[in-house]
């Protein structure tokens, strides 16, 4: 999983690093800078949150499926995040796991939280699993 975030441009951008993960489940790390933030001194932007909802979702997925691993055997279909509260330096968590897994749906939730364990924001997504084509 480390390697899909050295390897990925946006988990890159981000400065995502995988701090943990398990079968169906991971926790991602992401520093907080300016540029995740609309203006210098303000809150983190709510886009970040909502990418790292679709990041741990994906990335738990990925643990339990080598076709997975980079992301490639599987899109999002939905995604929601509820933003309970900002954070304006530091470092922002990501725990994903997995809820439910069938042959072509995933579901998952995430809780994103601050260094303090203060959550931030939670949410949910589903992916599709794409079939290899022969």
Avoid: C
């Amino acid at each position: 999983m480390q390697a899909r975030a050295e390897a990925n441009l946006y988990w890159r951008y981000l400065g995502v690093t995988v701090i943990d993960a398990n079968p169906g489940w991971i926790r991602l790390r992401v520093p907080v800078r300016d540029e995740l933030k609309n203006a210098p001194g303000a809150p983190v932007h709510g886009g970040v949150y909502s990418a790292l909802v679709d990041m741990a979702v994906g990335g738990a997925l990925g643990t339990l499926s080598e076709a997975s691993e980079g992301g490639v055997a599987q899109t999002t279909l939905d995604l929601n995040v509820s933003f309970l509260a900002g954070v304006r330096d530091g470092d922002i968590y990501a725990e994903g796991r997995i809820l439910r897994h069938g042959r072509t749906i995933a579901f998952g939730e995430v809780t994103i939280s601050d260094g303090a364990g203060q959550t931030l924001a939670v949410g949910r997504a589903t992916y599709m699993i794409i079939a290899k084509r022969s």
